[in-house]
C-alpha cells in the first residue's frame, strides 16, 4: 500500500448565508432582541449554506493535485479546512506530515517593515524557523530580485515587488505537504514563468501539492490528477487530461447555442458515430497527439446516393469555426461506410472541440451532425502561461536568440 | 491527542501528537512526522499546549513586529515610553497630590502615583492591543493556521517593553526623592506576572468577542477609564471603607497596583485578604477566557 498523507471522509462547511461579510454589532442583536423578544431565544432561522459537502479524497505522497471548479465551488473552503484555518461541519480527514498554506502571497506583510524584516515576519507566519529564513535568506532575495531594496520600508516598493518578494518567501518553503490556492497568478510575465518553474521544482521534489488554479496550463503543467468540484462537492476526479477536458466542455456548453443535434431527413442516409482512430472506446473522442491523427465518421446509407455531397467544420468551444472543407460528387451505395480524415497534426489549443458532419444530396440535407461527443483535445499546451494570451493554435516551437554581434 | 479520542470517531481536536496513528496505516506514518486530525469542534476544552510551544517562533516575530512598528516614522521614538507616564505623572501630581491633598502612604505623591502608573500603563495599553489583535490581524488569521491564542499573547508580552523604558524613568524618581529600594523588590516579577496574567485573561474574552462584535473596540476607552478609576491608581486602598475592601479586591488590578507600590518602595503592604482575591479573581478570569478562546477559535476565521 502505497502511503497516504491525506485521507478525508465526509468533510462539510456549513456557513450561515452571508456570514463572512456581515459584521455583528450589539446593536443588531439588541434590535433583534427588541422586535421579536421570543424568537431570539430561539434557533437561528437564517439562511444556512454548505460551502463543501461530503467531500472524501486520499491523496499519495507526492502526488500533485489540481483542484478545479467555478467560483464558490469550495476550493478555497476546501484548503483552509486541510489547513486548519477552519473546522468542518461534519466530516474527519487525517494529515500526516507538515502542512504549509499558500492562500495568498504577502500574509502578515507589514508596509512599515523593510523588506527584510518583512522576509522574517512573512516567513514566520508561513511557518518557517528562523533559523530556515536565515539559511535561505540569499537564495530567497536573489528569487525576488528585490536585492537594491531590501532594505527600504515595503510601503516604497511597487505592487509588483512586493509580489516578488512575497512569493519568493512562499516558494522557498519546504514542507511535506503544500496546499496552494490561487496565487501563480501574480507578478509580470517573467516571474510568473520563474514561480511556475519553482513549482514543477517542488513537485519534483517528492511533496505533496494540493493546487488550485484557473489557469488550465497551469494545473496541466504541474498535475497528474484533478479534483473538480461543484457546488462543494467532487464532482469528478481523474486524471488531469480527461477532467480537464471535460471541465472545459461543460464551462464553454453554457455559452454555445447548441441548436439540433442533427437536423435533415435521415431517411437516406445518417451518421451514427465518430471516433479517433486508435483510441479505447470509453476515450475515442480524446486526442492526445499532436501527430498524425485518424479520424472515423460512421454513416449509414440506406438508399443509394448518385450526386452527394459531403461537408465538415470543426467548432471549438466558443463556437468559433475552426476548420471547414467539403466534397462534392460522392456516391455512396446502402451499406456502412466511413469517412476518414487524417491529418498530419491538430494543432489546436487543448479544450473541447465539435465536429460538425453534412451529407447533401441535391441540395437537399440528408443528414447533419452535430457529432457527439465533443472531441476533446488533450495534447500538452504550448501556450502563454496567462491563458488571455493563449491563442486558437498550439503551436510548439523552438526558439534561440540568433544573430546579433 | 486528547485521551480517548480513538474510542470516539469524531474528535473535538486537531492534534498533532505523532504517534496515535488510527485510521491511518502505520506505513503512512513516520513517527517523526507532525500528524493531525481534523474534525468538526466539539466538546469543552482541548487545549493544545503542545502546538502553541510549537509555534513559539511565531510568537517571537509576532512580539518582535509589534515593537519595531511601534515608534516607526516618530522623531523620538521610545522616548514616547518615558515622557507619556511622565506628563500623566505630572498632571496626576499636580491635581490629586497639591490640590486634592490625596494620602499617599507616607510617600510623595509623584512616587506614589508612578508606582502605580507603572503597571497600569502596561496593563491599560496591552489590554487594549490584545482586545483588537485579531481584527487586525483578521488577514492572517483567515488566511494560515496557527493557534490564535499566540495573538493576544503577543500583544500582552509586546507591551513589557515599554514598561521597562518607563521603569528607568522610575529609577531616576527615586534617586530624586532619595527613596531606596526595599527588600520587597524581589517580589515584583510576581507582581508583574499577575498584571501580565490578568491583562491576557481579560485580553482573551475581548479579542475573541471583538472578532465578533465590532462594538467591543468603541466600549474600551470607557471601560479602562472606568477601570482606572476603580483601581487605586491615584489613591490608596485605604481610602475604601474596611467592609468594602473585599470587594474591591475582586478588582485583580488592585492586587497588582498594591503587590507593585509595595515591591518597589516598601510602603503600603497590601492586605493579604485583598491580595488573595486578585489572584483567585484572575486565576478565575484567566482559566475561562482560555476556554471561551479556545471554543471561539474554531470558528473565528469564519466571523473575523
Keep these: 500500500m502505497s502511503s497516504i498523507v491525506i485521507r478525508a471522509e465526509g468533510l462539510g462547511k456549513q456557513y450561515r448565508v452571508g456570514e463572512r461579510e456581515r459584521y455583528l454589532t450589539l446593536r443588531d442583536v439588541l434590535m433583534k432582541v427588541v422586535g421579536s423578544p421570543l424568537n431570539f431565544f430561539r434557533p437561528a432561522q437564517t439562511e444556512l449554506m454548505w460551502a463543501l459537502s461530503d467531500v472524501s479524497l486520499q491523496v499519495e505522497h507526492g502526488e500533485v493535485i489540481g483542484i478545479i471548479g467555478r467560483n464558490g465551488s469550495g476550493k478555497t473552503t476546501l484548503l483552509k479546512i486541510l489547513s486548519r484555518i477552519t473546522r468542518p461541519t461534519t466530516g474527519s480527514a487525517e494529515v500526516s506530515g507538515s502542512v504549509r498554506t499558500l492562500l495568498e502571497v504577502g500574509t502578515g506583510f507589514h508596509p512599515e517593515l523593510t523588506g527584510r524584516e518583512n522576509m522574517y515576519l512573512s516567513g514566520a507566519i508561513l511557518g518557517m524557523s528562523k533559523r530556515e529564513i536565515e539559511r535561505k535568506f540569499d537564495i530567497i532575495v536573489a528569487f525576488s530580485g528585490v536585492e537594491r531594496f531590501i532594505d527600504t520600508p515595503l510601503k516604497h516598493y511597487s505592487t509588483g515587488m512586493q509580489m516578488r518578494l512575497a512569493f519568493a518567501v512562499a516558494a522557498h518553503l519546504e514542507p511535506d505537504i503544500l496546499l496552494v490556492d490561487e496565487v501563480l497568478a501574480v507578478g509580470d510575465l517573467e516571474f510568473q514563468k520563474k514561480c511556475l518553474g519553482k513549482m514543477e521544482e517542488v513537485s519534483g521534489s517528492g511533496r505533496t501539492i494540493l493546487f488550485v488554479s484557473h489557469q488550465m496550463n497551469q494545473i496541466r503543467r504541474l498535475c497528474k490528477r484533478v479534483l473538480w468540484l461543484e457546488g462543494g462537492e467532487i464532482y469528478r476526479s481523474g486524471p488531469t487530461a480527461a477532467i480537464l477536458g471535460e471541465y472545459e466542455g461543460a464551462l464553454s456548453s453554457g455559452q454555445r447555442n447548441q441548436g439540433q443535434r442533427s437536423t435533415g431527413t435521415r431517411t437516406k442516409a445518417r451518421f451514427v458515430r465518430w471516433q479517433i482512430d486508435g483510441t479505447e472506446s470509453d476515450s475515442s473522442n480524446f486526442l492526445t497527439t499532436m501527430g498524425a491523427v485518424t479520424i472515423r465518421f460512421q454513416v449509414e446509407v440506406l438508399a443509394p446516393i448518385r450526386n452527394g455531397h459531403h461537408g465538415i467544420a470543426l467548432y471549438n468551444g466558443e463556437r468559433q469555426l475552426m476548420w471547414g472543407w467539403a466534397k462534392e460528387n460522392v456516391q455512396l451505395g446502402p451499406s456502412m461506410h466511413e469517412f476518414c480524415y487524417t491529418f498530419p497534426t491538430l494543432p489546436l489549443r487543448p479544450g473541447p472541440y465539435s465536429w460538425q458532419v453534412s451529407l447533401w444530396e441535391d441540395g437537399e440535407v440528408l443528414d447533419m451532425w452535430d457529432c457527439a461527443p465533443d472531441m476533446i483535445i488533450a495534447t500538452e499546451g504550448h501556450q502563454h502561461p496567462q491563458d488571455e494570451w493563449n491563442g486558437i493554435l498550439n503551436v510548439p516551437c523552438q526558439f534561440e536568440v540568433c544573430g546579433g554581434n | ?304
Excluded at chain 2, 503542545?50 to 522616548?79: H, M, P, S
Design chain 2, 1 to 304: 491527542m486528547t485521551q480517548g479520542s480513538e474510542n470516539t470517531p469524531q474528535v473535538a481536536t486537531v492534534d498533532s501528537s505523532p504517534s496515535v496513528g488510527g485510521a491511518l496505516p502505520a506505513s503512512a506514518l513516520s513517527l517523526q512526522k507532525p500528524f493531525y486530525r481534523i474534525a468538526p469542534p466539539q466538546g469543552f476544552l482541548d487545549l493544545n499546549l503542545r502546538e502553541v510551544w510549537n509555534y513559539k517562533g511565531l510568537l517571537y516575530f509576532l512580539v518582535w513586529r509589534d515593537i519595531k512598528i511601534r515608534y516607526k516614522q516618530t522623531a523620538i521614538g521610545a522616548a514616547w515610553a518615558i515622557i507619556q507616564p511622565f506628563m500623566t505623572m505630572v498632571i496626576f501630581s499636580l491635581f490629586f497630590g497639591k490640590f486634592a491633598r490625596m494620602p499617599s502612604e507616607g510617600l510623595p505623591y509623584p512616587i506614589f502615583f508612578y508606582t502605580a502608573l507603572l503597571p497600569w500603563t502596561y496593563f491599560s495599553g496591552a489590554l487594549q492591543n490584545a482586545t483588537n489583535t485579531i481584527v487586525e490581524n483578521q488577514r492572517v488569521v483567515t488566511k494560515v493556521f496557527f493557534p490564535r491564542v499566540i495573538l493576544p499573547l503577543s500583544a500582552v508580552l509586546s507591551g513589557l517593553l515599554d514598561l521597562g523604558i518607563s521603569f528607568l524613568m522610575f529609577i531616576v524618581l527615586m534617586f530624586y526623592y532619595r527613596i531606596h529600594f526595599a527588600w520587597t523588590i524581589l517580589l515584583l516579577p510576581g507582581f508583574l506576572l499577575l498584571a501580565v496574567v490578568t491583562a491576557l485573561g481579560v485580553g482573551l474574552w475581548l479579542s475573541a468577542l471583538n472578532a465578533i462584535y465590532r462594538d467591543v473596540r468603541y466600549v474600551m476607552p470607557f471601560l479602562v477609564q472606568l477601570w482606572m478609576f476603580a483601581s487605586p491608581v491615584a489613591y490608596p486602598s485605604s481610602l475604601v471603607p474596611e467592609r468594602w475592601r473585599w470587594l474591591f479586591g475582586l478588582n485583580p488590578m488592585t492586587g497588582v497596583i498594591e503587590g507593585f507600590r509595595w515591591a518597589l518602595t516598601g510602603h503600603g503592604k497590601p492586605h493579604g485578604g485583598l491580595l488573595l482575591a486578585s489572584v483567585g479573581i484572575v486565576a478565575v478570569i484567566f482559566c475561562a477566557g482560555l476556554v471561551y478562546f479556545q471554543r471561539m477559535e474554531t470558528t473565528i476565521a469564519d466571523v473575523v
